[in-house]
């Protein structure tokens, strides 16, 4: 059981390209989110969805598109990639939205961008 | 979702228990207290969580305090692996399960 597995580990891009950041949970978990991590900070949440086809934005969508065509993958998009978007990238699902449920993380993606 | 607050920092003992505290003052009746943590540059690590009773479970101990608005997180037998940012976080039942980290505790584990 893989859990959370997130596609790249590390990726250093140029300022304007595009990228995109995989997600995969094989939970069969509805609920998957994605967070950022700055140097010193806690995470904050940039994009969720609740279900299949679903998303919804969270506390720092701007620059950032989503897609969740699959239950189990969701996809992080930077369609033009800037020197503030350098950050750890952090995918996680939870099994429904209940409070009562934990969220499961990956381990990271470490994106610079020059 | 309330507000919750720790400390920046705090040291520990290997062996000795270790006792967290979080004060959510502002917390509602349908929100529970999680915790969770963070092991240097790996992803967050769920512990534990509860509503209004105390709850344990193999890594640590939630107390929550009658009138709910503090806890504490209890590791009964710090080991140097339990060295991290330890973050306390409520959530409420109809917050589609997003979670707001604050800046968290990190708590260090010496010899």
């Known amino acids: 059981n893989a859990g959370v597995t997130q596609t790249p580990k590390f990726r250093v891009l140029k300022t304007g390209q595009s990228m995109t950041l995989l997600c995969a949970q094989d939970?069969?978990?509805?609920?998957m989110y994605w967070y950022r991590q700055d140097p010193g900070m806690g995470l904050r949440l940039i994009h969720y969805s609740v279900g299949e086809g679903t998303t919804a934005k969270g506390e720092v969508p701007d620059g950032y598109n989503v897609s969740r065509l699959k239950k189990q993958n969701f996809l992080l998009g930077l369609e033009s990639a800037a020197p503030s978007q350098t950050s750890v990238y952090f995918c996680?699902?939870?099994?429904?939205?209940?409070?009562?449920?934990?969220?499961?993380f990956g381990d990271g993606t470490r994106l610079s961008i020059l | 979702d309330a507000k919750t607050t720790q400390p920046t920092s705090m040291d520990c003992a290997e062996g000795r228990a270790a006792n967290l505290p979080c004060n959510h003052s502002t917390i509602s009746g349908n929100e529970y207290v999680y915790w969770y943590r963070q092991i240097h540059s790996q992803g967050p690590q769920y512990i534990i969580h509860g509503l209004k009773n105390n709850e344990t479970n193999e890594m640590a101990s939630l107390i929550i305090t009658e009138d709910r608005k503090s806890s504490t997180l209890i590791l009964p037998h710090a080991t140097l692996r339990d060295t991290a940012v330890y973050y306390c976080i409520a959530l409420t039942t109809d917050s589609w399960g997003k979670l707001q980290f604050g800046a968290g505790t990190q708590v260090v584990v010496t010899p």
């Open positions: 939970m069969n978990h509805e609920y």
């Open positions: 996680a699902s939870t099994l429904a939205g209940a409070s009562n449920q934990p969220q499961h």
